[in-house]
């Protein structure tokens, strides 16, 4: 899905040499995190937004690791499959980004402790005749790319279609264009709330919970130790089930 050309390269390598230059280390009085604000209740734009225009249960959580650090917070926003390229090169600290903590992202990023639990489910029509995840065997899929649930599909052998964002693939299921999209719990919650026509399949024998963290750099424990640290204070007083309760309204 990606192209490559020589000219693209000579852009891309000259955009992560500036990139590494602009990102602040650990000591700096700066976290600037990368997110991919398609993803509600987590992350989204809006016109009043918690840090400037960006707003959602991550975006509250980020502000508040910035006021417990004393650190001022930066939100820049990307597609999902780009946020642990711009980590690693580093044009950002860390990502927040409602992203699932799992062995084979582990090998090449830090993740905070978990501060969410979630699973995939299914969203189909309501008259859909899925109600089980292999009922979506033959059925039109629509996944996230680079989403927890592209690889749950991928791991049911099922061939599906990813989109870059949420809201153009639940277009395609309202426009009758595919059969289900598989997404996170809390974010097709969202999306059916909006979508009336639209109702939630849950397979918990098909999809296991699921856990969020925030990921840093391989090695910056000075970052990670600040983070879970702001993350264990919200855990523990219930701000973060607040937030979730606020934003999943």
């Known amino acids: 899905m990606k192209k490559v050309t020589a000219v693209l390269l000579s852009v891309a390598s000259s955009a992560l040499i500036l990139a590494g230059c602009g990102a602040k280390g650990s ?5 600037k995190f990368g997110t991919n604000a398609e993803f ?13 225009e960006y707003d959602g249960i991550d975006m509250a959580l980020a502000k508040d690791i910035g006021e417990q650090t004393g650190k ?5 926003n990307m597609e999902f499959d780009s946020l642990l390229i711009a980590l690693s090169n580093g044009q950002i600290d860390a990502v927040i980004s409602g992203m699932t903590i799992t062995e ?5 990023v830090d993740f905070s402790i978990p501060y969410y639990e979630a699973t995939q489910v299914m969203i189909v029509p309501k008259d859909s005749d899925i109600t089980k995840a292999a009922d979506m065997e ?23 279609e990813a989109f870059k964002k949420g809201t153009e693939a639940i277009l395609e299921l ?20 909006d979508n009336p026509e639209l109702k ?13 963290g925030i990921a840093v750099k391989k090695g910056n424990q000075e970052l990670l130790d600040e983070i879970n640290k702001a993350i264990e204070t919200r855990l523990k007083d219930g701000t973060i089930s607040e937030w979730s309760a606020k934003y999943t309204e």
Do not use: H, M, W
């Open 200 to 212: 939630i399949v849950s397979d918990s024998e098909a999809f296991e919970a699921e856990q969020y």
């Open 27 to 31: 000591g700096s009085n700066e976290i």
């Open 174 to 193: 309202n426009n009758g264009k595919c059969d289900v999209v598989v997404l996170d719990s809390a974010t097709a919650q969202k999306y059916v709330k």
């Open 72 to 76: 001022e917070i930066k939100i820049e």
């Open 40 to 52: 509600p209740p987590f992350e989204f734009i809006s016109a009043e937004g918690v840090i400037d």
């Open 104 to 108: 084979e992202r582990a090998k090449s």
């Open 138 to 160: 033959d059925k039109k899929i629509c996944v996230i790319q680079g989403y927890t649930g592209e690889l749950c599909v991928q791991e049911l052998g099922f061939e599906y």
